[in-house]
């Protein structure tokens, strides 16, 4: 990145162009064009110039030479001019005028706050299909002079540029596909739903990180806005209501939605958001960017079901009853538990004789550490003895010598009994008559 202060020398487009595509600075490769300079030009004997030029962070104030603008970029296709230091729509103008073929223009990061573009200036635009104005802070003005001299313009950025309202424009713009406004202050579906006044054609919406409260509007109304909208981004919105969600229904074509980080998810898991989110918008195929099953969705459909089922009639979602109609009443799912099993047995040790609870997928050796400090034992070791209480008279007790052998092998159940013996004397003393 390089940096320039207001003592050097005025950075111009075309000094820097001519810099960096200068035979020395760029290798010829695929794609680029070999130009010689234009008679009296200042600029080097000729340029390698490619149809996509990238200008990031040359400090680019002014335009300069028309005619060496127009000789050097009549092929070019694609100018990204961000982090530069242009703040004359003027000097703007006279760039993208000398470059016929313009179809991408990246404006970002420059400053043009304040700065308003004249309409009658407004036309070298017409060919420009995607404009990117992140973080310029120009006006709704500014915006709505590029819109309407720019009637093959699809795709328009517009985010960071601190917007806390929507100026309507006086005519709309039909051949808009793409809008992302991400990272402004928009929080009034009044001002949302201009855009579909404005951009009738609007297939993709993108209007996440905007403190949006609600998505408003009827099942009449919202289909005539968006009628051709297939892509909405609402992520890290305001949303806290289901009704929103529900509403994203009316947009009659609506097949993708993001939604991640509203209020509305924050008390649900992971997985349970998803199935909630999927149950309600059943025409959609893409959720957060994950491809929706048809497998999914029924699965989520079900969940919903399920998951309000045992709420009182007032609180249940409209998509409730829709679902119930689609399934019937379904059957609360069974509860399988995963946990360890666990039995009873009484433990003997001397006089002394306790209940125990024990997971029988612990080991011998995790039962002796259990059992000492449950008995409170002394140091030292101890003799385990198990005694099946149904075949005691036929086998009598079993030692459980080996320390890695699980509970549950021996077959331990409720009611057995194990015997606890020290190897050295303690105050525990056995009247068994296996006591060593």
């Known amino acids: 990145m390089e940096f320039f202060s207001d003592e050097e020398e005025e950075r111009t487009f075309v ?19 070999v130009l010689p300079s234009p008679p009296g030009s200042p600029v080097k004997d000729r340029l390698f110039l490619p149809s996509i030029l990238v200008l990031n962070y040359c400090g680019i104030s002014k335009a300069g030479a028309r005619s060496d603008i127009a000789a ?6 694609e100018l990204d001019l961000a982090h530069n230091q242009l703040n004359d729509w003027a000097e703007i103008c006279t760039i993208v005028s000398n470059i016929p073929q313009l179809d991408f223009l990246n404006l970002s990061r420059n400053p043009l706050s304040g700065v308003q573009l004249e309409p009658s200036m407004a036309d070298v635009f017409s060919r420009v299909r995607q404009l ?9 003005d500014t915006v ?16 960071l540029n601190g917007f806390d ?29 201009k855009f579909g006044q404005m951009y009738p054609s609007l297939s993709t919406l993108v209007l996440a990180n905007n403190d949006l409260h609600s998505v408003g509007d009827t099942q009449e109304t919202l289909p005539q806005l968006f009628p051709n909208l297939r892509s909405i981004n609402l992520s890290n919105s305001g949303l806290s209501n289901w009704e929103d969600i529900a509403r994203l229904n009316f947009f009659p074509k609506l097949e993708e939605v993001k939604a991640m980080g509203i209020p509305l998810l924050q008390p649900y898991t992971t997985q349970d958001r998803r199935n909630l989110l999927l149950a309600q918008l059943p025409s959609i195929l893409i959720l957060n960017g994950g491809i929706v099953t048809d497998g999914e969705r029924e699965d989520a459909e079900r969940f919903l079901i399920r998951y309000y089922q045992e709420n009182p009639e007032m609180e249940l979602p409209q998509r409730y009853h829709s679902l119930v109609a689609k399934y019937g009443p379904l059957a609360p799912l069974a509860e399988v538990d995963l946990s360890p099993p666990c039995t009873v ?24 550490k259990h059992l000492k400090a449950l008995l409170q034992l002394p140091n030292g070791g101890i003799r385990l003895f198990y005694i099946n209480r149904e075949m005691i008279h036929v086998v009598g007790p079993e030692e459980m010598r080996c320390g890695s052998r699980a509970l549950h092998s021996y077959r331990i159940r409720d009611g057995d009994e194990i015997q606890v013996l020290p190897r050295v004397k303690s105050r525990c003393s056995s009247s068994s008559n296996h006591s060593e």
């Open 165 to 193: 309202t929507v100026l309507e424009s006086p005519s709309s713009c039909p051949s808009l596909r793409l809008l992302q406004i991400t990272d402004n202050q928009l929080s009034a579906w009044a001002d949302v739903r």
């Open 72 to 77: 050097f970029c009549a092929h070019v296709v």
């Open 132 to 140: 990117v104005l992140i973080n310029t802070h120009v006006s709704w």
């Open 15 to 33: 000094k820097v162009l001519s810099e960096k595509y200068s035979p020395e600075n760029f290798p010829y490769g695929q794609g680029v064009v």
């Open 345 to 368: 047995v009484d433990v003997r040790c001397g006089d002394r004789l306790e209940a125990v609870s024990l997971s029988l997928e612990q080991t011998v050796g995790d039962l002796k």
């Open 144 to 159: 709505h002079t590029l819109t309407q001299n720019t009637p093959e313009l699809e795709e328009l950025f517009l985010c």
